[in-house]
């Protein structure tokens, strides 16, 4: 029998589980006992939080690398192709790998039913266990306590920016959700926590557990030296080593990536032992980028920026770098329906001169333009609806005038047809997602 090709194999992972999302921990370890998983590196970081998770493992792998670790990366969701998702020492891994794990975890299911994350996640940590690794870095894909990434004990749990999203699995407020990302954190573990007012809730199951925390604000952070705003020119940085002795980095680049996540990678991989000379720091964070975090290109002569912001906050974020450029913005976007709409309308509405809305008419999701157009223009907005993102790129690109600035956003889904739209070669979208 011929062998699946890798896109069929995703197809079948679609829709072989009744569930597209299915929390629990109890379907992957019955197959990862079966496969005899070991762990996937000598060092595993965990990370869970609302916003930042891509931007501290980004900083983090790049980090490690240059002390000399061989670093695996396992991230969701991917813009463009699925072996986005898993990087081998800053290499993407290829399609035979994946078939291979895909076909391995296959055979030893048996009739244990497993979703989409849950098959990704072991074919993760089966090519990382086999990778020769020094440390695994790996981000929780929803919530934390019973996500499939917390079948491995994290030696070091990581949570970010914590915020109201996913609602219907974490809960109503930053309190409820706090919790189930605490849900990383081991007996006795330690945590570098990124969120600047983490919830009470968390601070308290911390406590519970007698884990060993590094908190932004207080045993770790920064101060801005030059610049301004949530990018700054120039940053001072002091950290926390595992002795409780002080290590300060003076004069630092402001990241292009949101600072609190960039700094947390700094404490981190001091704790790890990863962390490289101030001269090599200064450089990642005058260079590291991340595909669809306010990533910046220029198409058809308009300046251009992606970003996958998706919930009100990141929609907040956003909207303060954007208020810091110069000209017009004009928006690409489109959402899916279960997220806070009117949050992330009314969050970016003061910076938006301008909304084109594209439908995903492939991804059942999704939020119909009309719909979120009728929420744009209730708010005061101008908005236009186009049939597919596609249009909604192009009618921006050919409208919006030279000075403006065309900004793609609202979901993952939304970056990736937008790439999808601009990409003429395998290099194109190497120069588009390898930034």
């Keep these: 029998m011929q062998k699946r090709s890798l896109d069929q194999w995703l197809a079948l992972l679609e829709t072989r589980h009744p569930r597209e999302i299915e929390l629990g921990l109890s379907r992957i370890a019955d197959v990862a006992g079966r496969l005899q998983l070991p762990a996937p590196a000598p060092w595993v970081v965990s990370v869970a939080g609302t916003n930042g998770k891509g931007s501290f493992v980004r900083v983090l792998e790049a980090l490690s690398r240059a002390s000399g670790w061989r670093t695996g990366v396992y991230t969701s969701p991917h813009i463009s192709v699925y072996n986005e998702r898993i ?3 800053g290499a993407e891994v290829g399609d035979t790998d994946l078939v291979d794990a895909f076909e391995r975890i296959e055979a030893a299911r048996g009739d244990t039913s497993l979703t989409y994350f849950e098959t990704g996640t072991l074919a993760a940590l089966l090519l990382m266990a086999e990778a020769d690794l020094d440390v695994a870095v790996l981000e929780v894909g929803l919530g934390g306590r019973l996500d499939a990434v917390n079948l491995v004990d994290a030696d070091l749990a990581v949570i970010t920016a914590i915020d109201v999203d996913h609602s219907q699995w974490l809960g109503q407020d930053r309190e409820a959700i706090a919790l189930e990302k605490a849900g990383i954190v081991r007996p006795g573990g330690r945590v570098v926590c990124a969120d600047p ?12 557990l007698d884990a060993t925390s590094n908190r932004l604000g207080e045993d770790f952070g920064y101060e801005i030296k030059a610049g301004g705003g949530d990018n700054p020119a120039s940053i001072d940085v002091w950290l926390c080593d595992p002795r409780g002795q002080p290590l300060a980095l003076a004069g630092l680049p402001g990241p292009d990536l949101p600072v609190e996540s960039a700094v947390a990678a700094l404490q981190a991989a001091l704790i790890l032992g990863a962390l490289p000379p101030a001269a090599v720091v200064a450089d990642i964070f005058a260079r590291v980028s991340l595909a669809g975090r306010f990533q910046r290109l220029v198409v058809a002569g308009r300046r251009l920026v992606l970003d996958v912001a998706h919930n009100p906050a990141a929609a ?8 810091a450029e110069e000209g017009r913005v004009v928006a690409v976007a489109a959402l899916m329906a279960d997220k806070d709409r009117a949050g992330f309308v009314t969050a970016l509405s003061s910076a938006i001169d301008h909304w084109y809305l594209g439908e995903l008419a492939d991804n059942p999701r999704a939020c119909p333009a009309g719909e979120l157009a009728a929420m744009i223009y209730n708010a005061g907005g101008s908005v236009s609806t186009c049939a597919t993102v596609a249009e909604a790129l192009s009618r921006a690109l050919e409208e919006s005038r030279p000075d403006d600035l065309v900004v793609v956003c609202g979901s993952f889904h939304t970056v990736g047809a937008a790439i999808a739209t601009m990409e003429a070669s395998t290099e194109a979208r190497k120069e588009i997602l390898s930034p």
């Design 197 to 208: 007012n983490p919830p009470a809730s968390l601070l308290d199951r911390l406590g519970e």
């Design 316 to 323: 907040a974020y956003l909207a303060k770098r954007l208020a």
């Design 87 to 89: 990087r081998i020492d």
